[in-house]
């Protein structure tokens, strides 16, 4: 099975347990009042659910063909091994500590270490470039953000206390 | 209409506002040079800074400023390194990188900004004429008609998206209203499908989304795939002047194309890319034998055509979105969402209700287009060395461009957490081939969908306002017919092929 019917089979799982939820749950904590409504915070997600599993179904199923053809992806995942797939990894983790090292250590650091590593890990190895483009890069960007448009950052570690 | 073109051009000729188009046209073309990133991401990094400049006319004029700076980029970089970074400027690629391999790459980019210019100037014009008309239409529905129209919109984006691709398109734009329902609605106070945690309580944020769904995933493939973003540029630009017999020959061409490609910009989900593919093909056709010759060959008449093309349909997408409150394709859904974030209702009342918002836009598009003509086409050569900055340097930098987008519009880490893994969920579904537009499409329909619905359905006391009102179930049926369509005739066809392959 093509990896598209496999995505379909899992968003029809989404759908059904939505659909669950939406038909078993959230009736029971529906005030009295709001029973005499015809419409209730579950009639939406209802018609919704089912449509999109009858639309998962019928793509797992495979009911439409791809008739278009000759039409070139946009990218081929049979070609995946030849895909930098470890450097992908390593920056979505990158990407995951930031978001994590943002508040305790501050904006200025955690921005600096990020776009070092980043560059490390796309195999760049000219320091005196590096270090400084990203010093600037981070220091510029908190000031524009913070004085210009005057949005909160907070520049150094926690126990700085700013 | 004169006194509202005089409320824009009061509103639009501020020294602020000039700055924003300044300003909005050289990021835009800046970053829409780089590999990768096209005009929706841009517009989605940029939002953050919109909304915090807080005055609703002067942040859509940055945000559709950046809009064509970042179409007249990636043209750039199709004509010059024969990289198109948006889809829409593939067909520029087609006669404009040849031009600049014979060392006529000034050449091509005059012929380019001119036809965009035009393009863009002639869409304003047809945009100023058809959005106060379709406006006073739209001023007779009902929410029930709105419920109807919405559904239009959401299945003819599906419905355009390609044959064998109508169920994906349709299965995206699904989820994309499932995944709206999460949080707490307008209508009811009650938290809905939240899982009990607390950052899912106000729903997911939509730049986030845009983030994820866009930017992310071009960036990653930019990552896997170092090809895409080899950067040799072709030639030295010089002599940006073409003549007249040139000037001659191109104008039947932009004048066409522009028409052409407004009207398709206008149908939702249809937009600049269908535009610019059609207008080449069509000019193709109709051009003379030793002109067609030409076609593919280095041809400023094949530059033209979908540069005009795609230019005018860029600024016929604002027509739904300007007048009925309903984007047809996913830039456009992100300046809703964006629209939305500043208080201001896209819709028939937004002409009555905020006319400096509406005539400020179509201001500032006149005036974009003239500051891409007179201002960046000069300043070309210097803004393309920015091509040649090394991706190692290049792809940290647009990584961390779209976390901040993610996180200086809520403040939240989480948020960050949960673009990551969003992007990553992206990524999968462009490697399956799923569409992605209309997933962010739905999401940001999905709350005025279920408001207008359930606004009906309470009036009419259950879903009989269906069958009560003709032109809700007229549209409705409309809906139906527009997905089963093409999935049915694709099928007959098929069939059809089939059985002659029986017969012989």
Same mark, same amino acid.
């Given at each position: 099975?093509?990896?598209?019917?496999?995505?379909?089979?899992?968003?029809?799982?989404?759908?059904?347990?939505?659909?669950?939820?939406?038909?078993?749950?959230?009736?029971?904590?529906?005030?009295?009042?709001?029973?005499?409504?015809?419409?209730?915070?579950?009639?939406?997600?209802?018609?919704?659910?089912?449509?999109?599993?009858?639309?998962?179904?019928?793509?797992?199923?495979?009911?439409?063909?791809?008739?278009?053809?000759?039409?070139?992806?946009?990218?081929?995942?049979?070609?995946?091994?030849?895909?930098?797939?470890?450097?992908?990894?390593?920056?979505?983790?990158?990407?995951?500590?930031?978001?994590?090292?943002?508040?305790?250590?501050?904006?200025?650091?955690?921005?600096?270490?990020?776009?070092?590593?980043?560059?490390?890990?796309?195999?760049?190895?000219?320091?005196?470039?590096?270090?400084?483009?990203?010093?600037?890069?981070?220091?510029?960007?908190?000031?524009?953000?913070?004085?210009?448009?005057?949005?909160?950052?907070?520049?150094?570690?926690?126990?700085?206390?700013? | 209409?004169?006194?509202?073109?005089?409320?824009?051009?009061?509103?639009?000729?501020?020294?602020?506002?000039?700055?924003?188009?300044?300003?909005?046209?050289?990021?835009?073309?800046?970053?829409?040079?780089?590999?990768?990133?096209?005009?929706?991401?841009?517009?989605?990094?940029?939002?953050?800074?919109?909304?915090?400049?807080?005055?609703?006319?002067?942040?859509?004029?940055?945000?559709?400023?950046?809009?064509?700076?970042?179409?007249?980029?990636?043209?750039?970089?199709?004509?010059?390194?024969?990289?198109?970074?948006?889809?829409?400027?593939?067909?520029?690629?087609?006669?404009?990188?040849?031009?600049?391999?014979?060392?006529?790459?000034?050449?091509?980019?005059?012929?380019?900004?001119?036809?965009?210019?035009?393009?863009?100037?002639?869409?304003?014009?047809?945009?100023?004429?058809?959005?106060?008309?379709?406006?006073?239409?739209?001023?007779?529905?009902?929410?029930?008609?709105?419920?109807?129209?919405?559904?239009? %919109? /959401?299945? #003819?984006?599906? $419905?355009?998206?390609?044959?064998?691709?109508? &169920?994906?398109?349709?299965?995206?734009?699904? =989820? *994309?209203?499932?995944?709206?329902?999460?949080?707490?609605?307008?209508?009811?106070?009650?938290?809905?499908?939240?899982?009990?945690?607390?950052?899912?309580?106000?729903?997911?944020?939509?730049?986030?989304?845009?983030?994820?769904?866009?930017?992310?995933?071009?960036?990653?493939?930019?990552?896997?795939?170092?090809?895409?973003?080899?950067?040799?540029?072709?030639?030295?630009?010089?002599?940006?002047?073409?003549?007249?017999?040139?000037?001659?020959?191109?104008?039947?061409?932009?004048?066409?194309?522009?028409?052409?490609?407004?009207?398709?910009?206008?149908?939702?989900?249809?937009?600049?890319?269908?535009?610019?593919?059609?207008?080449?093909?069509?000019?193709?056709?109709?051009?003379?034998?030793?002109?067609?010759?030409?076609?593919?060959?280095?041809?400023?008449? %094949? /530059?033209? #055509?979908?540069? $005009?093309?795609?230019?005018?349909?860029?600024? &016929?997408?604002?027509?739904?979105?300007?007048? =009925? *409150?309903?984007?047809?394709?996913?830039?456009?859904?992100?300046?809703?969402?964006?629209?939305?974030?500043?208080?201001?209702?896209?819709?028939?009342?937004?002409?009555?209700?905020?006319?400096?918002?509406?005539?400020?836009?179509?201001?500032?598009?006149?005036?974009?287009?003239?500051?891409?003509?007179?201002?960046?086409?000069?300043?070309?050569?210097?803004?393309?060395?920015?091509?040649?900055?090394?991706?190692?340097?290049?792809?940290?930098?647009?990584?961390?461009?779209?976390?901040?987008?993610?996180?200086?519009?809520?403040?939240?880490?989480?948020?960050?957490?949960?673009?990551?893994?969003?992007?990553?969920?992206?990524?999968?579904?462009?490697?399956?081939?799923?569409?992605?537009?209309?997933?962010?499409?739905?999401?940001?329909?999905?709350?005025?969908?279920?408001?207008?619905?359930?606004?009906?359905?309470?009036?009419?006391?259950?879903?009989?306002?269906?069958?009560?009102?003709?032109?809700?179930? *007229?549209?409705?049926?409309?809906?139906?017919?527009?997905?089963?369509?093409?999935?049915?005739?694709?099928?007959?066809?098929?069939?059809?092929?089939?059985?002659?392959?029986?017969?012989?």
């Amino acid at each position: 099975m093509a990896l598209d019917r496999w995505i379909a089979l899992i968003i029809l799982m989404i759908c059904l347990a939505y659909g669950y939820a939406a038909f078993f749950t959230m009736d029971a904590t529906l005030p009295p009042f709001m029973q005499r409504n015809p419409v209730w915070p579950s009639t939406f997600p209802k018609i919704l659910s089912v449509i999109g599993a009858l639309v998962a179904l019928s793509v797992v199923l495979g009911l439409e063909k791809d008739t278009g053809g000759g039409k070139e992806p946009d990218i081929d995942f049979t070609r995946l091994g030849d895909y930098k797939i470890g450097q992908a990894l390593f920056l979505l983790g990158l990407m995951v500590a930031y978001a994590l090292c943002l508040r305790p250590v501050g904006f200025l650091g955690s921005t600096m270490f990020f776009l070092i590593a980043g560059s490390i890990v796309l195999g760049e190895r000219r320091w005196f470039i590096m270090i400084p483009v990203a010093a600037f890069a981070s220091g510029g960007i908190w000031y524009l953000v913070q004085e210009v448009l005057g949005i909160f950052l907070r520049p150094w570690p926690f126990f700085l206390g700013v | 209409m004169l006194e509202g073109i005089l409320i824009g051009l009061t509103t639009a000729f501020t020294g602020t506002n000039l700055l924003m188009v300044i300003g909005g046209c050289l990021i835009g073309t800046f970053i829409g040079m780089l590999p990768g990133l096209g005009p929706m991401s841009i517009i989605a990094i940029m939002i953050p800074v919109a909304i915090s400049i807080g005055d609703p006319s002067a942040a859509l004029i940055l945000l559709a400023g950046v809009y064509y700076g970042a179409i007249f980029g990636g043209s750039t970089s199709s004509i010059l390194i024969n990289a198109p970074g948006v889809a829409s400027t593939v067909a520029t690629s087609f006669d404009g990188y040849p031009l600049a391999r014979q060392g006529k790459a000034g050449k091509a980019l005059t012929v380019a900004a001119i036809a965009s210019f035009c393009g863009g100037t002639i869409g304003a014009i047809l945009l100023m004429i058809f959005a106060p008309m379709l406006a006073s239409v739209a001023l007779l529905f009902h929410s029930a008609e709105y419920f109807a129209l919405m559904v239009v %919109g /959401l299945s #003819a984006i599906a $419905a355009f998206a390609g044959t064998g691709q109508v &169920g994906k398109a349709l299965l995206m734009t699904l =989820l *994309g209203l499932i995944m709206a329902t999460v949080g707490e609605g307008a209508l009811f106070n009650a938290p809905r499908f939240t899982m009990g945690i607390m950052d899912l309580q106000s729903g997911f944020g939509f730049i986030t989304l845009a983030m994820a769904m866009f930017a992310l995933p071009e960036a990653l493939y930019l990552v896997l795939d170092p090809a895409r973003s080899n950067n040799e540029a072709g030639g030295e630009i010089k002599d940006l002047r073409i003549t007249r017999d040139e000037a001659k020959q191109i104008t039947p061409v932009i004048g066409r194309q522009s028409i052409q490609g407004f009207l398709i910009g206008v149908l939702p989900g249809a937009g600049a890319t269908i535009a610019s593919f059609l207008g080449y093909a069509v000019e193709r056709n109709i051009a003379s034998k030793e002109d067609q010759e030409q076609f593919g060959k280095g041809s400023i008449k %094949g /530059l033209a #055509a979908p540069e $005009a093309a795609n230019n005018a349909a860029a600024t &016929g997408s604002f027509v739904p979105l300007l007048t =009925l *409150g309903i984007p047809g394709s996913g830039t456009t859904a992100i300046l809703l969402g964006a629209l939305i974030a500043l208080n201001v209702t896209p819709g028939p009342r937004l002409m009555i209700d905020e006319p400096e918002v509406f005539w400020a836009v179509i201001v500032s598009m006149y005036i974009g287009n003239l500051v891409l003509l007179f201002l960046n086409l000069p300043l070309i050569p210097y803004i393309a060395k920015v091509l040649a900055v090394p991706r190692t340097f290049l792809i940290p930098f647009i990584l961390f461009f779209t976390l901040m987008g993610a996180y200086i519009g809520q403040n939240n880490a989480t948020e960050l957490l949960i673009l990551v893994g969003f992007g990553i969920c992206a990524t999968i579904l462009r490697f399956a081939d799923y569409p992605l537009a209309p997933l962010l499409i739905g999401f940001i329909l999905g709350q005025m969908l279920e408001d207008n619905f359930s606004r009906s359905m309470q009036l009419e006391g259950g879903i009989g306002f269906i069958l009560e009102r003709p032109m809700t179930m *007229g549209l409705l049926a409309f809906a139906v017919l527009l997905v089963i369509l093409p999935t049915y005739r694709a099928r007959r066809a098929r069939i059809r092929a089939q059985g002659i392959a029986d017969g012989d």
